[in-house]
């Protein structure tokens, strides 16, 4: 993809949420100035009524199921319920064990911990901007968020309890009975659990980034590296081509090669030979934030993974034709890793860009 078709695909995104009627409580723009919530560190809950504002260079259509819209006692339950350690088998763990708010939420750590100390087998994705995604996980085996939410209860390496038991554990706070029924009429149950914290992970935004900036048409938004590096991105390094649109995603599952023959990833879940080592194309926003990288966590610099495509990927017959060896020179690769910085949003060690409309 060229620079100009990721700059319309970006531009017609904002394009079609301004000439779209904005109905329901999300997708307004805003009419005074913004104040970004800090999401994930205040646990006090929002007023009621006030919607998310995507921050610049994000549709401004936030999509959500229509069983469960985004509102704002449902954000501040589902804030409330991210930090909850009693959601967990060994009472101290929570999301945010593995999902930090100050490292874009991934945990710095090659592959997960769980309750119990249980490791995991895969690198802890950022949970920003998934408001937008289609598919969740490494290999995409979840539909939406809510079933997301789900599994990140109840697997044995996650927090490790069944969903209804974890709803059943809040039933005797009275505090949580107020905060379901302000955002759902009811008690706390296993749906409204996934619903409300489904509800926090689509409220976590970053945008408003140098690129976003450069992007609206601030010239000198970019440093001269990033601007070459957003050349070399889009053009002879062809990362675009998956990287692609405002989330620098296509949501589709490809094959790089990395780590080749230890995870299966796509095809455990369709069990095609041609999804072997197939995986979700991550976003890159707050990229710099998120080390290590890719599913296994093997790799652990920005440098790195610019050497890794140079060098043409990971070798294996299911390698994605999109990835051969590039012959960067070493100004183009420092030049590519300074343009991944640009997509820092306005505070990298809050990156949370829940706006909210004052
Ligand atoms: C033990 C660490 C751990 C805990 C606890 C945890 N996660 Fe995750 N999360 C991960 C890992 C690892 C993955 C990727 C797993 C995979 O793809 O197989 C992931 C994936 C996700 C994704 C999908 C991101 C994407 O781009 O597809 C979201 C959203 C998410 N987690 C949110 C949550 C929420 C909400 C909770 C609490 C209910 C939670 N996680 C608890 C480690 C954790
Ligand atoms: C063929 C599609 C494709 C192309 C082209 C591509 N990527 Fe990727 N990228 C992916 C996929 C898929 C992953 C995840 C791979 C995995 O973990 O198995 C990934 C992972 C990454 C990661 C790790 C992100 C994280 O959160 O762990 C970075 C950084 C990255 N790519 C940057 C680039 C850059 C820079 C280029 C151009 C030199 C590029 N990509 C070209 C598909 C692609």
Request: hydrophobic share 40%; proline share 8%.
């Amino acid at each position: 993809m060229t620079f100009a078709s990721t700059c319309r695909s970006v531009f017609l995104g904002l394009l079609c949420a301004l000439v779209l009627p904005a109905t329901g409580p999300v997708a307004r723009l805003e009419s005074g100035p913004r104040r970004p919530a800090t999401a994930a560190s205040s646990q006090e809950a929002e007023p009621p009524g006030r919607p998310v504002v995507p921050p610049p260079g994000l549709d401004l259509y936030l999509p959500a199921p229509p069983d469960n819209p985004v509102t704002a006692p449902k954000l501040a339950l589902g804030r409330r319920l991210f930090f909850e350690t009693r959601l967990s088998a060994d009472g101290r763990t929570s999301c945010a064990s593995c999902h930090e708010p100050g490292r874009a939420f991934t945990d710095g750590r090659r592959v997960a911990r769980g309750a119990f100390g249980r490791e995991g087998r895969r690198n802890v994705p950022s949970i920003l901007n998934r408001a937008y995604g289609t598919s969740f996980f490494w290999d995409g085996r979840a539909a939406t968020l809510e079933e997301q939410v789900r599994q990140a209860i109840s697997g044995s390496r996650d927090l490790g309890i069944p969903v209804a038991v974890a709803a059943e554990r809040l039933s005797g706070d009275a505090t949580y009975a107020a905060a379901f029924d302000a955002a759902f009429g009811a008690r706390p149950s296993a749906d409204r659990l996934a619903q409300a914290i489904a509800t926090f992970v689509r409220g976590t935004l970053s945008g408003d980034s140098a690129f976003d900036r450069f992007f609206a048409g601030g010239a000198g938004a970019l440093s001269p590296a990033a601007r070459r590096g957003l050349d070399v991105f889009n053009g002879r390094a062809r990362c675009g081509r998956c990287h692609a649109g405002p989330l620098f995603t296509d949501e589709e599952l490809h094959n790089t090669g990395v780590g080749w023959g230890r995870d299966a990833g796509r095809y455990e879940v369709t069990r095609l030979p041609e999804d072997r080592g197939r995986f979700k194309t991550p976003s890159l926003r707050e990229v710099s934030l998120t080390a290590p990288y890719m599913h296994d966590g093997s790799i652990r610099t920005l440098d790195a993974v610019a050497r890794f495509y140079d060098a043409g990927g990971g070798a294996n017959p299911n390698l994605d034709p999109a990835i051969r060896p590039l012959r960067l020179t070493s100004g183009e690769r420092a030049d590519l890793v300074a343009f991944l910085h640009a997509l820092e949003g306005e505070a990298p060690s809050e990156p949370v860009a829940l706006v909210l409309e004052p």
